[in-house]
């Protein structure tokens, strides 16, 4: 199974980007998908879920601003991130947890300046 985030960049306040995670070895509409993300010094920090049903989850800090979404057909499941703040800057990354087994892609980098 491989994880594979990418569209981090830097961004100015108020901006927005999108993450991709595009996976190998899992198919996830049969999984439960969540982001995460780590800021230096901080511990990581659940982002968002999607479940297997489509239905959506956010934490606190990023709602009604972040939107997860899934694409079956390209196996791949998308974080819009708008109204960006400088405290979201953080790595983001992907998880998966199948049949008791973690996997986490290598996370992509999200620079929102003031």
């Known amino acids: 199974v491989q994880l594979v985030e990418s569209g981090g960049g830097l961004v100015q306040a108020g901006g927005s980007l999108r993450l991709s995670c595009g996976a190998s070895?899992?198919?996830?509409?049969?999984?439960?998908v969540d982001w995460y993300r780590q800021a230096p010094g901080k511990q990581r920090e659940w982002v968002a879920r999607?479940?297997?049903?489509?239905?959506?989850v956010y934490a606190d800090s990023v709602r009604g601003r972040f939107t997860i979404s899934r694409d079956n057909a390209k196996n791949t499941v998308y974080l819009q991130m708008d109204s960006l703040k400088p405290e979201d800057t953080a790595a983001y990354l992907c998880?998966?947890?199948?049949?008791?087994?973690?996997?986490w892609g290598q996370g992509t980098q999200v620079t929102v300046s003031s």
């Open positions: 998880y998966v947890l199948k049949e008791n087994v973690e996997y």
């Open positions: 999607i479940a297997r049903s489509g239905n959506t």
């Open positions: 070895g899992i198919i996830f509409s049969t999984n439960v």
